[in-house]
């Protein structure tokens, strides 16, 4: 079955960390870029980061950089985001998402991506 799973959201404090997974199954990271958005209530789904699947370009949305970090394990069908100094704007529901075609453009729109995850819940508290 063709899915995405994200895990590893929760409560934190300002300033603390979180690292967010997800778990793809049925092949459907091969060869795809793969993104992280985020969205908070009443709000779009925005972009967060990005990684090509050799890992060798990474996008972050600018309020992120230097805070969040995207890695993936190709091996292990698995993306991550390591998310520190979290902020109460932070707070929302973030996905992943894999991009719906080979080509690296346009990996900060959510409207080239096509599986999504069902989301894992961050709140940041201040």
């Known amino acids: 079955q063709e899915q995405l799973v994200e895990s590893g959201g929760g409560l934190v404090q300002a300033g603390g960390s979180l690292r967010l997974s997800c778990a793809a199954s049925?092949?459907?990271?091969?060869?795809?870029?793969m993104g992280w958005f985020r969205q908070a209530p009443g709000k779009e789904r925005e972009f967060v980061a990005a990684i090509t699947w050799s890992g060798t370009i990474i996008y972050y949305e600018d309020s992120v950089k230097g805070r969040f970090t995207i890695s993936r394990d190709n091996a292990k069908n698995m993306v991550y985001l390591q998310m520190n100094s979290l902020k109460p704007e932070d707070t929302a529901i973030y996905y992943c998402?894999?991009?719906?075609?080979?080509?690296?453009?346009?990996?900060?729109?959510?409207?080239?991506?096509?599986?999504w995850g069902q989301g894992t819940q961050v709140t940041v508290s201040s």
């Open positions: 998402g894999r991009k719906k075609t080979i080509n690296i453009g346009g990996m900060m729109s959510r409207y080239e991506y096509d599986y």
């Open positions: 049925g092949g459907i990271l091969s060869g795809y870029s």
